[in-house]
């Protein structure tokens, strides 16, 4: 088979996942044949590629890692960049960004991970409840929650078609921040392509957990978020001008919108919420497409 023109990366078993079915022939529009084929599968040889259901990354990250350097060693043009990529994959971002003058919720690293360090930084930031989760991780994979004195509650994976893993306490590296009691009123995601904004969904856990994705039995609306919001979310993915796509995800706390997340990686864009916006986001790849070659 010919190369085409774009790569789409995933994942072994995701594919193009939903809606994301109608990117290629978007893409088309603009002159551009675009493929969807595992990460795995794709040897970077100059051949433009965008990254997007790689779901697995964080199971085989040395492996991603080691992809991404051969896209920059064969000065394959790619987006996000393989730089960015790596910066995003460790969740220590969110302190960088936060010495930026950004709000973000609270973190505090834990370089060796066990339930006793993380209760003694709850107990020695004031936070009653504490939720721990691996730097380099994603779907709530390797989330606990501690409340006290309580044992620890961890959850599991059910639903997830790219892992098959119990639930378990985190290990090495990780996060820890206080709850978030807010999520239950929703966490935010709103969507940028070249840097512009797109739309946004509001995503509610269901009752009895913290997790807002829907493989995990949260439920999603479109929705539009205020402009205090708005302006939030725009300087944030203002400090990764070189991003193709960004996903800014946080919640209201007290009247400021506090980010949770940055996802640069791989995140899921929700188009089925959004007229346009596949449109809107093939019109940002042509372009950057067309920079590039």
Known sequence: MAAPDLWLATCPGVGHFRDEKDVPASLASHGIVAT????????????????RTAWDYTEHRDAF??????IEATATPCWN?????????DKRYLLELAAAGHDVVPTIVVE??????ARAVGRSQGWPVVVAKPVVGAGGEGLVVLDGDAGPRTFDQ??????????QLPEGACLVQPFMSSIAAGEWSLFYFGGAYSHAILKRPKPGDVRVQEEHGGSTVAGEPAPS?????????????????ARVDGVVHDGRFLLMELELIEPE??????PGAVARFAAAVASAVSDAT
């Open 158 to 167: 059910a639903g997830l078609t790219w892992m098959r893993r119990a639930p």
């Open 65 to 70: 890692a080691a992809w991404l350097a051969r």
């Open 36 to 51: 969807y084929r595992p990460w795995q599968d794709i040897k970077p040889d100059g051949t433009p590629i965008v990254v």
């Open 229 to 245: 919001i708005r302006r939030a979310a725009a300087a944030i993915v203002s400090h990764v001008p070189d991003a193709l796509y």
């Open 112 to 117: 060796d991970f066990s339930v006793e360090a």
């Open 269 to 274: 864009l929700y188009f089925r919420y959004a």
């Open 81 to 89: 960049p393989p730089a960015r990529m790596r910066w995003n994959m």
